[in-house]
C-alpha cells in the first residue's frame, strides 16, 4: 500500500476550492480525495464535510458500494440543525434520483424522506433563505410528473435499501 502524503493546513482555503471546481466538472471522485486530505488534517472542517457529502451523492447513480451508507454517516457530523436537515434531504432526494432512472418504484419513498427533511430545514432556515422549498417542490413535482401508483407510496424506503441489503 502507498501511503498518502499530507497537504498543509494553511492550503486548506485553496484545496477546497479545487474540490468545488472537481465537482462541477462532474468529477466527484477527485473532489471526494481532497475533501479527505483536508479532513485527515482538519477532521471537523463543515465546508469539507459538506462537500465530501456532495462527491459521495455525486455517485449514487454509478452504485458505487457503500456511497449512500457512508453519506449518511456524514450527516451527524455537520453542526448546524440546518444543514444537517437540508443535506440529508439531498441526500435521500439524489439516492431517488438514481433510482428513479433505474425505473425502481421505491424511489418515490425517497422523495417523502427527502420532503421531511427538506420541510424541517425551512422550519430552521432564514426568512430569505428559499433553498429547502426550492429542493421540496423540486421532489413534488417529480412526484407529480411521473405518477407514482398509490401503493408504492407507502413503501417503507429504510427496509428496501437498508445498509444489508443490495441495490436493485
Not at 18 to 27: F, I, Q, T
Not at 106 to 130: F, K, Q, V
Not at 143 to 151: G, K, L, N, T, W
Amino acid at each position: 500500500m502507498y501511503e498518502l502524503k499530507q497537504i498543509v493546513k494553511e492550503s486548506i482555503p485553496k484545496t477546497l476550492e479545487k474540490a468545488l471546481r472537481y465537482r462541477l466538472l462532474n468529477e466527484p471522485l477527485q473532489a471526494e480525495s481532497i475533501c479527505r486530505d483536508v479532513l485527515d488534517i482538519d477532521p471537523e472542517n463543515q465546508q469539507a464535510l459538506v462537500t465530501l457529502l456532495l462527491a459521495l451523492t455525486d455517485q449514487f447513480e454509478k452504485e458505487l458500494p457503500g456511497t449512500l451508507h457512508e453519506a449518511q454517516h456524514l450527516l451527524p457530523q455537520i453542526r448546524s440543525d440546518y444543514e444537517r436537515a437540508y443535506y440529508e434531504g439531498i441526500t435521500s432526494e439524489r439516492w431517488g434520483n438514481a433510482h428513479l432512472g433505474k425505473g425502481a418504484p421505491t424511489s418515490i419513498g425517497w422523495y417523502h424522506a427527502a420532503m421531511r427533511c427538506y420541510a424541517n430545514a425551512e422550519a430552521l432556515s432564514d426568512p430569505d433563505d428559499d433553498d429547502a422549498v426550492l429542493r421540496w417542490n423540486a421532489c413534488a413535482r417529480i412526484i407529480q410528473r411521473h405518477d407514482f401508483a398509490p401503493e408504492s407510496i407507502s413503501h417503507d424506503v429504510a427496509a428496501e435499501f437498508g445498509d444489508d441489503v443490495p441495490m436493485r
